[in-house]
């Protein structure tokens, strides 16, 4: 039953006694299983004078009857409005401290916060979808409403007792701006307040700008049983749905960010089913600025699964960042417009290090704030993680207790200091080189689009798309890439993950290409696509670049836009000249780029190259609403594949390439 966007008019209807979820909600009481109480009485009671103050300068009915609802059903011993200020926010930070959510490491600012042995990723299985009757939703994990609502329900019954409950509001994208989409996230997790004031724009006063309005993102998360570190122990009983009719998150038994957190990857799930309806689209993006010649900065938006390179290139030493995660991207008059919908980082820690990231690693080795997670610390109080350079402590203590050097696991292996999704959480202000546009309104005009995944044998470093729907189709939707830590279960395992954004969308995948496809109908000039890839090996299996060399491929991308380079013309799209990337690897790098490693790594490796044009087909076949242009473009592409090979073999160096050799 939808009860959004009701008034309090007259008097109070006597409560039926069913479940609210299958009868219509009189305006002033509320309740779970049939239990209802009187949403005044029990906001005063609960929240004390000073909050329920708080509450009431919002003037939302539709709040305070939800708000109700769960305090009634979760039962806190007391509720925190969480305002904009910052003695709010101090108090969060204390209180998390207070509660041992999170332990001060010796570092001035930095604490550490850990989640269960089975809770250091998002966990797929038990993320569903709540399913109106009668509605499907294919390939996607789903379970009825009802049933749902009352396993979770269930679930939340008396879960905050002894506990307070903490509601906090956020603004999704720059306040005050046509991509800001408000949020209010209730929680008795002091940590995941902690990290949501990190991550995302401040969003109390915001909500008045809602005069009443139900039209906001809504999160209810337990954090449940709990063992003696505090951490959710019950991980056979986490449970994490998503109402797309209501806009609603729930979660619990479970702290990891990714999984409570709720305005990030939960709430992309809504907002990519709201921008469907709406006409823009919502994208597991980063966004950076990125320098050319003469003080130009070109803005960059790029889509990578977990684990592959995104927070690193958006961090690249020389260019400016305005967001590693999300993005939101609008058309106006007639130009692509695109923001960053956080303000923070929840950034994976494995492998950064002074070489490869020096202006993360700067942030995360001197005073100031920071949230670690689930890494290790060692006898002196200090952070430690997996690829971070130093020679390894005598001892120290992870999410799994204490650690030494010596620890080997049930089959003998030596155990890692810590867990591979470690986490770091900083807000992006802090960062010398944060863009000057993060804040604007307006977002930022993105003249390239970036699509890259862990692909160790295909496709090559850079490459740029004809135009649009050919970047749409050959680049963002059959985007691959093995399995990472990111998420619970098996890592190495090589899936198709369209547009970086597999995980996330919450609407049939056929419709969502065609919604990119159509997105740029009317802009003049649309964004450039390219695919870029970090983790091509040669065909031996030996690595073929540096985690560095990224910036160059970047730089070649900022000046192809412009018109500043040439290109060859390949098959599946245009690759640098061999002249330019050697300047560019001098300039850059300080480095020589020799003609053999180019040769290597711009070789055209056509059955490669097919066989993913074939698990493109293959997958998108089966998928409702894929437009038939997409598959014209992939059998086109298919085409010119064959052709290629006809005359010149499987593998072919870039000297051979001759676009006669293909086009018919
Ligand atoms: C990712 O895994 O892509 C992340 C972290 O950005 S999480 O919040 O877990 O999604
Ligand atoms: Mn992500």
């Known amino acids: 039953m939808n009860h959004r966007g009701r008034e309090k008019t007259g008097e109070p209807k006597k409560p039926a006694g069913k ?13 779970i299983g049939g239990k209802m109480v009187s949403v005044d009485k029990m906001l005063r009671e609960k929240l004390g004078d000073s909050n329920y103050e708080k509450l009431k300068a919002l003037k939302n009915a539709v709040l305070e009857n939800w708000l109700a609802k769960y305090i009634a059903h979760c039962n806190p011993d007391s509720v925190f409005i969480c305002g904009d200020s910052k003695e709010d926010r101090e108090h969060v930070r204390r209180m998390a401290l207070e509660k041992k959510e999170e332990t001060p490491l010796a570092t001035k600012g930095h604490t550490i916060h850990y989640d269960g042995v089975q809770d250091q990723g998002r966990d797929k299985e038990v993320t569903k979808y709540l399913l109106a009757e009668g509605v499907e939703m294919k390939g996607l994990n789903t379970i009825g409403k009802k049933e749902g609502l009352e396993e979770m ?3 939340m019954k008396d879960a905050m007792k002894g506990r307070t409950m903490i509601v906090s509001f956020a603004n999704l994208g720059p306040t005050n701006s046509r991509f800001a989409i408000p949020g209010v996230e209730i929680t008795d997790s002091w940590y995941v307040v902690d990290s949501v004031k990190y991550l995302y724009r401040e969003g109390y006063e915001q909500f008045k700008s809602l005069k009443g309005s139900g039209d906001f993102f809504k999160v209810v998360h337990c954090t449940g049983e709990v063992n003696e570190r505090g951490c959710s122990s019950s991980p056979d009983k986490k449970r994490i749905y998503m109402d797309l009719n209501d ?9 990891y960010a990714g999984n409570t957190v709720a305005f990030k990857k939960l ?7 709201k921008a469907s309806k709406e006409g823009w ?3 597991h993006m980063l966004v950076m600025g990125v320098k050319g010649p003469g003080g130009r900065k070109t803005y960059f938006l790029g889509a990578f699964p977990s684990f592959c390179g995104k927070t690193s290139t958006a961090m690249i030493p020389g260019e400016s960042i305005l967001g590693d995660d999300l993005a939101y991207l609008k058309v106006v008059g007639g130009r692509v417009m695109a923001a960053n919908v956080e303000k923070g980082i929840f950034g994976v820690i494995k492998d950064v290090n002074p070489n490869d990231d020096p202006l993360i690693w700067k942030l995360l080795t001197e005073e100031g704030d920071v949230i670690f997670s689930n890494v290790a610390v060692d006898a002196q109080n200090l952070p430690r993680w997996l690829g971070d350079k130093r020679p390894l402590p005598a001892k120290a203590s992870n999410h799994l207790g204490a650690w030494t050097p010596e620890d080997t696991d049930a089959e003998g292996k030596k155990r890692p200091i810590c867990h591979q999704n470690a986490r770091y959480t900083v807000e992006l202000h802090r960062l010398g080189n944060v863009d000057s546009e993060l804040e604007n309104p307006n977002g930022v005009e993105p003249k390239v689009i970036l699509y890259g995944g862990r692909d160790e044998d295909t496709t090559v470093p850079v490459e740029q798309a004809f135009d649009w729907a050919h ?4 680049k963002g939707a059959i985007v691959e890439s093995v399995t990472t830590a990111a998420i619970v279960g098996q890592a190495g395992v090589r899936v198709m993950d369209p547009f970086a954004n597999k995980d996330f969308i919450s609407i049939p995948i056929g419709r969502y290409v065609g919604n990119h496809l159509k997105f740029v109908k009317g802009v003049a000039k649309p964004p450039q696509i390219f695919s870029v890839n970090y983790f091509l090996k040669s065909r031996g299996g030996e690595d073929l670049t540096d985690k560095t060399d990224k910036k160059v491929w970047l730089k070649w991308a900022e000046l192809r836009v412009h018109g500043d380079v040439g290109a060859l013309e390949t098959p599946t799209g245009c690759i640098p000249k061999y002249e330019d990337l050697k300047r560019l690897f001098k300039e850059n790098l300080g480095k020589d780029f020799s003609k053999e490693k180019y040769d290597e790594l711009f070789t055209v490796r056509i059955p490669e190259l097919l066989a993913k044009l074939d698990r493109g087909v293959k997958m998108f076949k089966e998928l409702p609403e894929t437009p038939k242009e997409f598959f014209e473009l992939l059998e086109e592409q298919r085409q010119k594949l064959e ?5 010149k073999g499987d593998y072919v160096i870039p000297d051979e390439l001759h676009s006669a050799d293909w086009k018919q």
């Open 19 to 31: 479940p609210l979820e299958s009868q219509g909600q009189p305006p002033d009481v509320v309740g």
């Open 471 to 474: 970047g749409v189709a050959t």
């Open 153 to 155: 329900h269930g679930l």
């Open 247 to 255: 806009n609603t998150v729930y979660s619990v038994n479970t702290q």
């Open 267 to 273: 709430s992309l799930r809504l907002a990519i089913s």
């Open 281 to 283: 689209l919502a994208e």
């Open 643 to 647: 052709r290629l090979k006809a005359k």
